[in-house]
């Protein structure tokens, strides 16, 4: 059988979920057409310009209005704003029959059954036999869509359930209809973890498939408990965020987001479609969702839901909260529990459930009851909508953004509290999983060499969850493969001559433990390695340098410390560059400041597409010190072409620190020179980017990888630079566009970025340059307004403009 490539697919329907797939899709580098119905009627502005509704800007309006909206919407949906050529537009009606030349059809039209079959029936006319034919649907059942359809389209079609935002979230449902061929599902699968970067789900044709139905169950469980306890939305929010792994929008900050209408459409499906269900009376709405829905209170998209944000009368933001008691918004309550001042010091998310579920306050009672009811609903799904345990997990972590799934976290409060917990709320254990007790297995999950298995409950053995080969798992190696740690990393061997570098300090931050750490595991690289890869599974891959340490040794004015701590960190940096093994830095996430200068100092970089980079020091007071201000005079040295305006290219790199730009993924990373061309590589898929990374070093090692020289050819341009930038800097304070600090700060910038006040342009070495980079940054660190800035941002984690 011949591969099946995607160089093409077209997308129908280009309303927010069409355009974000399209988007997506162009980001992987795929061609899109998306189509869209053709208007009845002129609107005013094309009647004004004289136009009728067979001209093709009227008839294409509605899919170019939507793609436009979608591509300025933040968070983007795309990349880069480059990446939207990629994507063509037209009507249902005039550009339906070039649907015959894409590899892959994508209906994305309101979620309605017999419009659904409409559009199927006119896409068969001008479909290719072969082609995948898929649904985006996200509750009406696969079979009933290609009912009527030809034998091809069957085998071809099934439900490819995308989340909103598709770009952001990893969850990729695959429901296959009944005549699916297994060829199409195990494409889909590989296709949608290796090229859309994807957690792919085959789930089962049940309402709401695996992600919604127990994602919806856990909210609406909720709803019923927050009543039945008395609590407020504060206090619920405050222990369904962070505290146990979930985003900080919590609960009912999500469903705002979403839209109240949104959820209750989804459980009304499963209310009226689960009638075994044992919890279907959990899915009826409760009076206060009701009053919410009469009202029009639907979240963001009505201005108010459970959160209202108002202004008072001197114009001030306040955010409200809605009291289920009396239906009336009031101001905000700040919600405090002892149960979590017990977790404050467990920074490992999975020991904290232990904890939680013996809170003696009304957290505890809380967790015990949401986990009891969470529990025994999970453990009910299976079979109904998958046969594997670790589906569930999988689809809540990726389409909802839990850090552990259900199964998981009753792995970590113990499977015998667990069940506890269940018969103290009168519910009941499967039989499986008292099977499963009997049978040896003390855990719905073991790691064995490296790999994750899960209870298999029709074998009842422990079994290796497939696809785990390109990936490299840090967690469930690190135990076996670690070869140093302090406590700032751990230094793992990931085999085949290559070490790993993993951050493992607070936010990943980077203090006198991290560097030592790495200049540890370059000695060792050297001594007894081929290569070495620095990276981490964290949520950020780092937030810099710790700037608690710098501003405490500035406040003291312990100057020959600091000095000795910069060069330390621009030495280490150096280290990176030059040593005698390949080295090979994995951004994801926010990699800011020093995490930043680390990546602008491998030989490689493997980015994950989800990064987000950039030299952000002036947001505290300082310049790059780690040689980030170096670098960038560098890079744009090496940019000088014959001809070109060098003071120009010059400025764009300094404007990058100056305004500390941050790439909203990794492709724009590539316009700030802080990627480069043809030498790092972007993957989509974060799970495989520390075997990426790894086998870019052992390519570079096998190739025969030679220790660089460094550098004393960097071209810096002296006083006409210099006189440049603090014309600039000079103008912009006048205009109130920066303050009289942001000046100094700048200015200081431009002296190193220049190369001091050389009298004609000249050629230095790096540690010229470095050198005058320390000493800009040491003299900031003793201005005041510099130290109220580190302050600020320490206490209140933001940027203060002083």
Not at 85 to 92: D, P, S, Y
Not at 137 to 162: A, L, N, V, W, Y
Not at 683 to 704: C, E, F, L, S
Request: hydrophobic share 40%.
């Amino acid at each position: 059988m011949a591969k099946r490539r995607i160089k093409k697919v077209a997308v129908i329907g280009s309303g927010i979920m069409g355009s974000g797939i399209a988007c997506h899709f162009a980001n992987i580098g795929v061609d899109v057409l998306l189509l869209d119905i053709v208007p009845r009627e002129l609107n005013d502005k094309e009647k004004a310009k004289g136009l009728t509704l067979k001209d093709k800007v009227v008839r294409n309006r509605m899919v170019n209005e939507a793609l436009a909206t979608a591509l300025k919407s933040k968070p983007s949906p795309i990349y880069s704003q480059d990446f939207a050529n990629r994507i063509t537009t037209g009507n249902l009606e005039d550009d339906i029959a070039k649907v015959k030349d894409v590899d892959w059809i994508i209906e994305v039209v309101v979620e309605r059954l017999d419009i659904k079959k409409q559009v199927f029936e006119n896409l068969e006319k001008h479909r290719t036999p072969g082609t995948l034919i898929t649904s985006n649907t996200s509750g009406i059942p696969i079979k009933f869509m290609s009912e009527g359809r030809s034998d091809d389209f069957q085998k071809h079609f099934c439900g490819t359930h995308f989340f909103n935002p598709a770009r952001y979230l990893k969850l990729f449902e695959i429901i296959p209809g009944p005549k699916t061929d297994q060829d199409v599902l195990d494409f889909l699968n590989e296709y949608g973890e290796k090229f859309l970067g994807k957690t792919s789900v085959v789930a089962k044709d049940t309402p709401a498939f695996i992600g919604n139905r127990i994602g919806i169950f856990s909210i609406m469980s909720l709803f019923h408990t927050v009543k039945e306890m008395g609590m407020t939305i504060e206090e619920v929010d405050k222990l369904t965020g962070p505290v146990i792994g979930r985003p900080k929008s919590a609960t009912f900050r999500t469903v705002d987001v979403v839209g109240l209408d949104t959820l209750v459409h989804v459980a009304n499906g499963i209310a009226e479609n689960c009638p075994d269900d044992e919890r279907k009376e959990l899915f009826a709405l409760p009076d206060f969702i009701n009053t919410m829905m009469e009202n029009k209170w639907l979240g963001s998209k009505t201005g108010q839901g459970f959160y209202k944000k108002t202004k008072d009368d001197k114009g001030n933001t306040a955010i409200l909260s809605l009291d289920l008691e009396t239906l009336d918004y009031r101001a905000n309550k700040r919600a405090k529990f002892a149960t979590l001042e017990l977790t404050k010091t467990i920074d490992n998310v999975a020991d904290r459930f232990p904890v939680l579920v013996k809170g003696k306050d009304k957290a505890g009672e809380f967790y015990r009851k949401s986990f009891a009811h969470l529990f025994a609903y999970v453990q009910n799904r299976i079979p109904e909508i998958t046969d594997e345990l670790y589906k569930i997990d999988d689809a809540m972590k990726a389409g909802f953004g839990w850090q552990h799934g259900p199964f998981e976290i009753w792995d970590a409060v113990g499977v015998d509290k667990g069940i506890e917990l269940m018969k103290a709320e009168g519910l009941e254990v499967a039989s499986w999983v008292t099977e499963m007790k009997a049978s040896g297995s003390e855990s719905f999950y073991t790691v064995k060499d490296g790999a994750t298995y899960f209870y298999d409950i029709p074998s009842k053995t422990q079994t290796k969850i497939p696809g785990q080969d390109a990936f490299i798992i840090l967690d469930n190696v690190r135990k076996t493969t670690e070869v140093f740690k302090n406590s700032g990393v751990s230094v793992q061997d990931l085999g085949d001559g290559i070490l790993n570098v993993e951050f493992r300090s607070k936010m990943n931050s980077i203090g006198g433990d991290v560097l030592s750490g790495l200049n540890k595991a370059i000695d060792m690289a050297e001594k007894d390695y081929d290569g070495l890869v620095v990276g981490n599974q964290g949520t950020n891959f780092s937030v810099g340098a710790n700037i608690g340490m710098i501003f405490m040794m500035a406040v003291e004015q312990e100057y020959d410390e600091l000095n000795a701590a910069v060069k330390y960190f621009q030495d280490t940096c150096m280290r990176l560059r030059y040593s005698a093994i390949p080295t090979v830095v994995a951004p994801h996430g926010m990699t800011l400041g020093g995490g930043c200068e680390m990546t602008l100092h491998a030989d490689r970089v493997v980015a994950a597409a989800e990064s987000y980079i950039g030299l952000v020091e002036f947001g505290v007071g300082v310049i790059p010190g780690g040689g980030g201000s170096k670098e960038m005079a560098l890079r744009a040295s090496d940019t000088f072409v014959k001809g070109d305006v060098q003071l120009n290219v010059l400025q764009e790199h300094f404007l990058t620190i100056g305004m500390a730009k941050v790439s909203t993924s990794a492709y724009e990373a590539y316009d700030t020179n802080i990627l480069k061309h043809g030498k790092d590589i972007v993957v989509v898929n974060r799970d495989r980017q520390i075997a990426t990374a790894k086998a870019v070093a052992k390519q570079m090692a096998d190739q025969g990888y030679t220790q660089p020289v460094k550098r004393n050819d960097v071209l810096v341009l002296g006083k006409q630079a210099l006189g440049m930038f603090l014309v600039g800097t000079d103008s912009m304070q006048a205009s109130h566009y920066i303050s009289e600090h942001d000046r100094k700060i700048a200015d200081k910038l431009a002296y190193v970025m220049a190369g001091g006040d050389l009298s004609e342009p000249t050629k230095v070495s790096e540690q010229y340059l470095l050198d005058l980079e320390r000493e800009a940054f040491l003299s900031l660190t003793g201005e005041r307004k510099t130290l109220e800035r580190l302050e600020h941002m320490i206490k209140k984690g933001k940027p203060l403009r002083n």
